[in-house]
Nanobody, 126 residues
Framework: QVQLVESGGGLVQAGGALRLSCAAS????????MGWFRQAPGTEREFVAQ????????YYADAVKGPFTVSRDNAWNTVYLRVNSLKPEDTAVYYC???????????????????WGQGTQVTVSS
C-alpha cells in the first residue's frame, strides 16, 4: 500500500510561483513512476507531468512545458512540482499519483496509476 500527501498549494498572483510537494509512504515508493495531475472545476482530471522511478526521465503536458518542473528526492520519498509563471488557467486541484507497478521510463496512461493523494488547491488570481 502507498500513501500520498500533497502540500504547497495556495493563492498566488499571476506570474507567481509555487513548489508543490508529494510525500509518499509505503513499500517501494522510490521505484515507482510518479505523476502530477490537475482538475479544474467542471473539467476532467488532466495529466501535468511524470517522473520515472530513478528520476532520469520526465514528461510534461504541452500546456506546462517550460514553466513547470517535476523532480524527486528518493532519499526522502518526496516528489516535487515547481510551477512558475502561473496563469489563472492553472487554477486547479493538483494531485500526485504513484504507478501500480514498475514501468521503467516510459510514459504511463492515467489508468496505470493506482495510488492518489487527496490533492492540493492552487488558485491563481489575475
Amino acid at each position: 500500500q502507498v500513501q500520498l500527501v500533497e502540500s504547497g498549494g495556495g493563492l498566488v498572483q499571476a506570474g507567481g510561483a509555487l513548489r508543490l510537494s508529494c510525500a509518499a509512504s509505503g513499500r517501494t515508493c522510490s521505484s515507482r513512476t510518479m505523476g502530477w495531475f490537475r482538475q479544474a472545476p467542471g473539467t476532467e482530471r488532466e495529466f501535468v507531468a511524470q517522473i520515472s522511478g530513478s528520476g532520469d526521465k520526465t514528461y510534461y503536458a504541452d500546456a506546462v512545458k517550460g514553466p513547470f518542473t517535476v523532480s524527486r528526492d528518493n532519499a526522502w520519498n518526496t516528489v516535487y512540482l515547481r510551477v512558475n509563471s502561473l496563469k489563472p488557467e492553472d487554477t486547479a486541484v493538483y494531485y500526485c499519483a504513484a504507478s501500480s507497478a514498475f514501468y521503467g521510463s516510459r510514459w504511463l496512461s492515467p489508468q496505470e496509476y493506482a495510488y492518489w493523494g487527496q490533492g492540493t488547491q492552487v488558485t491563481v488570481s489575475s
